[in-house]
């Protein structure tokens, strides 16, 4: 039982560039969300699903995409990365009716 | 989701009782207080969440005021490990689309 996997955990891109972070959980969760954390900073919400077909905004989605084609997976988009994208992210599932969260690992971007 | 209050660090000798306290003044009477930590950086771990009574669980126990407008974070013998930042974070349930509104934490420092 893996829990949240998130793929990869660092990476490196270019301005412009696009890369898709991977988020799988194995804990047959509905709910899914993803998360960037900046220096000193909590998290904030970028998007979420509350189940397959189902995707919604958060709190600064702007520069990103999302979709969720299966329960198990929540890819996060970049379509052409900046700077201010530099940060790490996590990825997170919550079950019915639980109110606890599990994150992944992260995954820390670094944008040039 | 109501806003919360905490300090922005504490500390705490290990073997010793670490109090976290949070405020939330404007909270709902259908909001739950939940606490998180992050450990250096990792995901954010769920510890403990609660209504209206106190709990407890392996990791910690949580006293909520009695008018709901404040709690403490109770780890009753403190170790090193414990050396993390702790969030405090109200929310309506569960599965409800609502984001977790982390904010900046206390930041709890075990020492020797």
């Known amino acids: 039982n893996a829990g949240v996997t998130q793929t990869p955990k660092f990476q490196v891109l270019k301005t412009g560039q696009s890369m898709t972070l991977q988020c799988a959980q194995d804990m047959n969760h509905e709910y899914m969300s993803w998360y960037r954390q900046d220096p000193g900073m909590g998290l904030r919400l970028i998007h979420y699903s509350v189940g397959a077909g189902i995707t919604d905004q958060g709190e600064v989605p702007n520069g990103y995409n999302v979709s969720r084609s299966t329960t198990e997976d929540f890819p996060l988009r970049l379509l052409s990365a900046a700077p201010s994208q530099t940060s790490v992210y996590f990825c997170a599932c919550e079950g019915a009716g639980a109110g606890e969260l599990f994150f992944g690992e992260g995954s820390r971007l670094t944008v040039l | 989701d109501a806003k919360t209050t905490q300090p922005p660090s504490m500390d705490c000798a290990e073997g010793r009782a670490a109090n976290l306290p949070c405020n939330h003044s404007?909270?709902?009477?259908?909001?739950?207080v939940y606490w998180y930590r992050q450990i250096h950086s990792q995901g954010p771990q769920y510890i403990i969440h609660g209504l209206k009574n106190n709990e407890t669980n392996e990791m910690a126990s949580l006293i909520i005021t009695e008018d709901r407008k404040s709690s403490t974070l109770i780890l009753p013998h403190a170790t090193l490990r414990d050396t993390a930042v702790y969030y405090c974070?109200?929310?309506?349930?569960?599965?409800?689309?609502?984001?977790?509104?982390f904010g900046k934490g206390t930041s709890l420092l075990v020492t020797p």
């Open positions: 404007t909270i709902s009477g259908n909001e739950y």
């Open positions: 974070i109200v929310r309506v349930g569960s599965n409800s689309g609502y984001a977790l509104n």
